[in-house]
């Protein structure tokens, strides 16, 4: 089972919203309705964002939305502020022998 | 205040072993399943192995099945992982996690992680 393909990086300015795309499989992503999205600042742990395609976590702003189409998952960030600059990973219920996979990780710029 | 921490982490030479530990707290640490998830130096994420909360039920990764085994004592709040015939690979941070719940099902997620130990696997 392959990790999830997200894009390296992707850039904003304040203000400004940012599409982060997650691509998987009939296997992961198109077959469960169970896509997570983690923050991961550097030196630090990943902190949960977004669960169940798009459910926000306890205290994670609005402006943080998911959502899925086939096999491709999103998380969009809307209103842009310096502080979102960081890593974000996708993950997916994938089954089988491997649980769950995750993707590459994307490395949000503010510029 | 949900707090994990890990410990047991260093160097270690390639075919050795390893015992990390995770001490939970501010939790009933039985009512959740944990997962290991590990980050390679550089690279992102990588699910390792999961167990519920009452121990009937554990998975773990092809990449690391046979060789690591995941357990807890839900009397020490600690969750546990043995690593034997440890590789190159297996070098990276490895993050103990609470899941959203005690059984183990497409629907979980982990939402609070431990700051991470430092395994390193070289001669």
């Known amino acids: 089972q392959s990790a999830l393909t997200q894009p390296r990086s992707v850039s904003g300015s304040p203000g400004q919203s940012v599409t982060i795309s997650c691509s998987g499989t009939s296997s992961d992503i198109g077959a469960y309705k169970y896509v997570s999205w983690y923050q991961q600042r550097p030196g630090k742990a990943p902190k949960i964002m977004i669960y169940?395609?798009?459910q926000r976590a306890s205290g994670v702003p609005d402006r943080f939305s998911g959502s899925k189409s086939g096999n491709t998952a999103s998380l969009t960030i809307s209103g842009l502020q310096a502080d979102d600059e960081a890593d974000y990973y996708c993950c997916s219920y994938a089954g089988n022998s491997i649980l769950w996979v995750f993707g590459g990780g994307t490395r949000l710029t503010v510029l | 205040e949900v707090q994990l921490l890990e410990s047991g982490g260093g160097l270690v030479q390639p075919g050795g072993s390893l015992r990390l530990s995770c001490t939970a707290s501010g939790f009933i640490f039985s009512s959740f399943a944990m997962t290991w998830v590990r980050q390679a130096p550089g690279k992102g994420l990588e699910w390792v192995s999961s167990i519920s909360g009452s121990s009937v039920a554990t998975y773990s990764a092809d990449s690391v099945k046979g060789r690591f085994t995941i357990s807890r004592d839900n009397s020490k709040n600690t969750l546990y992982l043995e690593m034997n015939s440890l590789r190159a690979e297996d070098t990276a941070v490895y993050y103990c996690?609470?899941?959203?719940?005690?059984?183990?099902?497409?629907?979980?997620?982990?939402?609070?992680w431990g700051p991470g130990i430092q395994v390193t696997v070289s001669s």
């Open positions: 169940a395609v798009s």
């Open positions: 996690a609470r899941d959203s719940d005690s059984l183990i099902t497409p629907r979980l997620y982990r939402d609070h």
